[in-house]
């Protein structure tokens, strides 16, 4: 998978036991994905500091001076697995010329994606901080956006299918985005409970089936993946 983010390389000055500082760094990169990865698979209530420090190889003071806050580490956190993960979702979209192949191919990679065995299951962002306590309000509201974010690339992709005239003119899309992404949101939470990348494949084709059912019979089964 392509590195988007550029390294970056934090110097902290800590202090030392006689009260001078001392020049400490860090590739602020490798941190955040450490630290994305933590979020990933304990969600960011389950995720304490002191766990991030120790994932990080940095001194609490450290993460603070350089992120500022917990809240905003896991916000770099969420744009480090949208850039490097989440981007899957948005591949098919540009590549395939048919929106049902598409639709298909984007929720047979999340199948693999979710269910990896090298990587925590499920979907970082899909279900974030979906119930949180009172004072994580705002990190929540953030999560949230990012789904939206992501409800709003399907419909956009089904807009292009009618505009096309693959879709008829009268398709709801902005409810078949809501539904489509209702399975991938599904998709993660049964990831998460130990589903197997099988058993989320036929998700894929309920996605095309729903696609499917407001077509015009005008296809563009020209695929440029392979």
């Not at 990865?37 to 001076?65: C, H, K, N, P």
């Not at 929106?99 to 925590?120: G, M």
């Amino acid at each position: 998978m392509r590195n988007i983010l550029r390294a970056t390389t934090v110097i902290i000055e800590e202090p030392t036991s006689r009260g001078r500082g001392r020049p400490r760094s860090f590739n602020k990169e490798e941190a955040v994905k450490r630290a994305a990865m933590l979020f990933w698979e304990r969600g960011y209530e389950g995720t304490s500091v002191q766990d991030l420090t120790v994932a990080m190889g940095i001194t609490t003071q450290s993460l603070y001076a350089a992120f500022g806050s917990k809240a905003e580490l896991y916000r770099q956190s969420l744009a480090w697995y949208q850039q490097e993960i989440g981007i899957l979702v948005r591949q098919p979209f540009a590549e395939e010329p048919d929106v049902s192949e598409a639709i298909r191919q984007s929720l047979l990679d999340l199948a693999v994606q979710f269910t990896r065995s090298d990587l925590p299951h499920g979907c970082m962002r899909s279900t974030a901080l979906i119930r949180c306590a009172k004072q994580h309000e705002d990190v929540a509201a953030h999560a949230a956006s990012l789904r939206a974010e992501t409800a709003q690339a399907i419909k956009a992709r089904l807009d292009k299918g009618k505009e096309d005239g693959q879709l008829v003119s009268t398709t709801d899309t902005a409810a078949l985005a809501g539904f489509i992404h209702a399975l991938v949101v599904g998709m993660s939470v049964a990831a998460q409970d130990g589903a197997t990348a099988g058993e989320l494949l036929p998700f894929a084709g309920m996605a095309v089936a729903s696609v499917d059912s407001w077509g015009t019979g005008k296809r563009k089964r020209i695929s440029t993946r392979r």
